[in-house]
């Protein structure tokens, strides 16, 4: 069992900061992508940032582009998202989601707790 555990969350003005972490815990691991999705109320979950863990490949959405770093820390087992000049549109519960594999089994997806970010104008 694999479990990711997100922190970071929280209120701040537009133009302000935040950074999320996701620390992930359990039996033996290997990690093949992690990234950060969110959601608002009545929307889809939309896809924020990933990086690839074996070639270290990164992916932005538009909308993040530019505001938004992706990052990894391999001895902490720990994801980061730091997110910088918000707006109030980037005002969601944010995800942290990884595809792994536990032991020799295939990888699966697994999902963070959430932790909401609120961005006040």
């Known amino acids: 069992q694999v479990q990711l555990v997100e922190s970071g969350g929280g209120l701040v003005q537009a133009g302000g900061s935040l950074r999320l972490s996701c620390a992930v815990s359990g039996r033996t691991w290997t990690t093949e992508n992690m990234g950060w999705f969110r959601q608002t109320p009545g929307k889809e979950l939309q896809f924020v940032a990933d990086?690839?863990?074996?070639?270290?490949?990164?992916s932005y959405s538009d909308s993040v582009k530019g505001r938004f770093t992706i990052s990894r820390d391999n001895a902490k087992d720990t994801l980061y998202l730091q997110m910088n000049n918000l707006k109030p549109e980037d005002t969601a519960v944010y995800y942290c989601?990884?595809?792994?594999?536990?032991?020799?089994?295939?990888?699966?997806?697994?999902w963070g707790q959430g932790t909401q970010v609120t961005v006040s104008s």
């Open positions: 989601n990884g595809r792994i594999r536990v032991g020799s089994g295939p990888a699966t997806p697994y």
């Open positions: 990086v690839d863990w074996s070639s270290g490949s990164i």
